[in-house]
């Protein structure tokens, strides 16, 4: 079973830059349409950058100029540049395969806290 792990969370002043990893840990050829989502406290979850075949990315309007999703196959790896931080991006953040199902697991996540 493949399972998707989160990491690179952390405190950031608006206007920095953080890097989420997401490592796909099992038996996986390599890791492909894969999602950044994020939840923040009192809305619904949101998918905000996502890599599906061969490299094609899609952004939410919201983040597009300032985040990049790229994907290191060797590692089985997907990242999430973040730059350009604002107060209103943080949440905590997910990946999950695209599209998700109702039956994928949803992990821990990994808290992104924009303030000064």
């Known amino acids: 079973q493949v399972q998707l792990v989160e990491s690179g969370g952390g405190l950031v002043q608006p206007g920095g830059s953080l890097r989420l990893s997401c490592a796909a840990s099992?038996?996986?050829?390599?890791?492909?349409?894969v999602g950044w989502y994020r939840q923040a406290p009192g809305k619904q979850r949101e998918l905000v950058a996502s890599?599906?075949?061969?490299?094609?990315?899609n952004y939410a309007e919201s983040v597009k100029g300032r985040f990049t999703i790229s994907r290191d196959n060797a590692k089985n790896t997907v990242y999430l540049q973040m730059n350009s931080l604002a107060p209103e991006d943080t949440a905590v953040y997910y990946c999950?395969?695209?599209?998700?199902?109702?039956?994928?697991?949803w992990g821990q996540g990994t808290q992104v806290t924009v303030s000064s």
């Open positions: 099992g038996r996986i050829g390599s890791i492909s349409d």
């Open positions: 890599i599906v075949g061969s490299g094609s990315r």
């Open positions: 999950n395969w695209v599209p998700v199902r109702a039956s994928d697991y």
